[in-house]
């Protein structure tokens, strides 16, 4: 009982903690590619910070679904969260059918934010939500099928479950279905964050914007609460990423040294996947708006490659 | 034999190989600036010239160690300089425009890519075949898939230039059959085919120029006018 309730408070700790920091991590190291000197590392968190203790400004238009929308977001990304295997096999939470509560958390999360944008009835947040509705409605089935792939392989939906059968076929990363996932998982990633060539999350310009267009009305606290969000949100798929295909170093028992060691490579893989996404997005543009369903498509047909080619190899 | 390798590690290689030369494929299908194609057709080659040196490695055939070389020095490097350079002669460095819109294009490369391991299903039979001849075999589907996608891609391209490129990817997809089966062809047989397609490009490479100069465009379908 104790072992599960200290998992459970480590992996809280290390998701509330961590997301910021790799969110700010992200932006330094993308400065620093593009020779500039950027924010610190630790921005993200004075960012929360300082919008915590701001005052708030709601329209007068908008409705409770405004108010609930935050903290509606917020909870299930932190729910997410603990449900994917961090740093030990075993996830804290599992609940339902394991992967697929965890699709559709995240989806009923962006569900709450895009009425968030739509419920003050601005242009703008109406405009970010269907943008935002357009991505998500091919980008889910992508990663369904990806991560699919992965679970056909562990004959369970069940991410503790799937983590623990990766561990002991650690080189199971080189065959072609689990590398045509990894493929499309990677780029419903980019989609789902918001990174350069699907939505650019440093700008503010209303031609281009998505995720911070639906945002445009929030401020204060709830702006935290929601900036926080989507940073657990990168957190989280980040994790799954790295940890279904990569599960180099989670610690299969519960000792301080193993699961020690399991943070070291956790942090480690995070690190090398945020150089990844940073190199991706210095080296592109961005995409034109109606030339981001074609690039999820490929996502998508690369998870059904993926699943087709499981059981042809 | 002094030493032979494990054909399971092999076998484990080109699989993964063969499924990025795939998902280049697909990549180049969804792909509109011609340079970019042409970079794509580039690294492919040089993948399938690793698949034929792993083979060579694996089978011990030393044979296609040079057609592995051949592919990587004719295929990766000098045809996609050779288009470089004609795309920089012509100064298109517009949009492709497929005849099918991208997406509609990706999901029937998909479709093509099934079609060929359902084709492939039919020669696959691991139990009556030695590890080390079966070495490769599994990427017969890839091959097809490649051939297939290749021939879509020229059909489905207006300008002449990308349509060039869909023969090379069709060329490349009967290459990879060509030493996933046989495990190496006959090294004349080899060359032969090799040259052919570098005289292909090269005359094709004149014909799109002219084409170029003559129409102000590369569009196939203005050659019609030529009836009149």
């Keep these: ?313 | 034999m002094p030493f032979a390798p494990n054909p399971e590690l092999g076998n484990r290689i080109i699989t993964l190989m063969a499924a990025l030369v795939l998902v280049l494929q697909i990549a180049a299908v969804g792909q509109r600036r011609i340079v970019s194609s042409i970079r794509i057709f580039a690294v492919q080659s040089f993948l399938l010239g690793s698949i034929a040196a792993v083979i060579a490695y694996f089978n011990q055939a030393s044979h296609i160690y040079i057609a592995a070389l051949l592919t990587v020095f004719l295929k990766a490097g000098l045809l996609p300089r050779l288009l470089e350079r004609l795309v920089e002669r012509i100064g298109i460095r517009r949009e492709i425009d497929p005849l099918i819109n991208v997406p509609l294009s990706i999901l029937i490369a998909g479709c093509l890519t099934l079609l060929g391991y359902v084709v492939a299903e039919s020669f696959y039979h691991p139990e009556e075949t030695s590890a080390r001849a079966a070495l490769g075999h599994n990427t017969l589907a890839v091959a097809i898939a490649l051939f297939l996608i290749g021939f879509f891609t020229m059909v489905n391209r207006r300008k002449a230039l990308t349509q060039v490129l869909g023969l090379l990817s069709l060329e490349n997809g009967l290459f990879l059959a060509a030493i996933s089966l046989t495990y190496g062809m006959p090294l004349v047989v080899e060359i032969g085919i090799f040259f052919d397609v570098l005289v292909a490009v090269m005359v094709l490479g004149i014909l799109v120029f002219r084409i170029g100069e003559t129409f102000d465009s590369m569009d196939v379908s203005k050659l019609r006018k030529l009836r009149e």
């Excluded at chain 1, 269907?130 to 990806?146: D, G, H, Q, V, Y």
């Design chain 1, 1 to 313: 009982m104790t072992e599960v309730l200290t998992n459970s408070a480590l992996q809280l700790v290390l998701l509330l903690l961590v997301a910021p920091l790799l969110s700010g991590m992200i932006k330094t190291l993308k400065a620093r590619l593009q020779t500039r000197c950027g924010p610190g590392i630790l921005q993200s968190y004075r960012d929360i910070l300082k919008l915590l203790r701001k005052g708030m400004v709601i329209p007068e238009t908008a409705s409770w679904i405004f108010s609930a929308a935050p903290y509606m977001v917020f909870g299930t990304a932190t729910l997410v969260g603990l449900m994917i295997p961090m740093t030990t096999t075993r996830a804290p939470l599992s609940l339902f059918g394991g992967v697929l509560a965890v699709v559709y958390l995240l989806a009923l999360g962006r569900f709450f934010l895009a009425l968030g944008g739509l419920d003050t009835g601005s242009s703008f947040g109406g405009l970010g939500s269907s943008r935002e509705m357009t991505i998500s409605a091919i980008a889910e089935p992508a990663m369904m099928l990806a991560i699919f792939t992965v679970a056909l392989g562990a004959n369970s939906t069940n991410l503790s479950e799937m983590a623990r059968i990766a561990v002991t076929q650690s080189w199971r990363f080189l065959a072609p279905s689990q590398m045509l996932a990894f493929a499309a998982l990677f780029i419903v990633l980019i989609a789902e964050t918001g990174r350069i060539p699907v939505d650019n999350p440093a700008t503010h310009l209303e031609l281009t914007m998505i995720h911070e267009a639906m945002i445009l009305e929030y401020s204060g606290p709830y702006l935290a609460l929601i900036e926080w969000a989507s940073s657990i949100k990168q957190l989280v798929l980040m994790t799954l990423l790295v940890n279904t295909f990569f599960p180099f170093g989670l610690s299969s028992d519960w000792t301080v040294r193993t699961v020690g060691l399991g943070l070291v490579f956790y942090l480690a893989k995070l690190l090398l996947l945020a150089c990844l996404v940073v190199l991706v997005e210095t080296t592109n543009a961005k995409l034109r708006l109606f030339r981001v369903p074609e690039l999820l498509m490929v996502a998508f047909i690369l998870g059904a490659l993926a699943l087709i080619s499981t059981f042809l190899f």
